[in-house]
């Protein structure tokens, strides 16, 4: 029915696949590490700069609730 899929018999022909497969899978999580770690900077070095006037607007959102 489908020819297109291939299961070899040998089933060391899967090794380089598997290794393929854990070597961008690693990659993946590596670069979403460094992403969150980056972002969390940015985070803090936005909130250093603008302090004051996120204090300015949530002080007015209190006075106006």
């Known amino acids: 029915m ?7 018999e040998d089933k060391s ?7 393929t497969l ?3 899978m690693i990659l993946a999580v590596m670069a979403l590490y460094f992403m969150i770690k980056k972002s969390r900077k ?4 936005f909130n250093q700069q ?6 300015q607007v949530n ?3 209190k006075s106006n609730h």
């Open 22 to 24: 854990a070597i961008f």
């Open 42 to 45: 940015d985070e803090q070095d």
């Open 59 to 61: 002080d007015t959102n």
């Open 2 to 8: 489908m020819p297109f899929l291939y299961f070899p």
């Open 50 to 55: 603008y302090n004051q006037q996120l204090d």
């Open 13 to 19: 022909e899967y090794i380089p696949a598997v290794i």
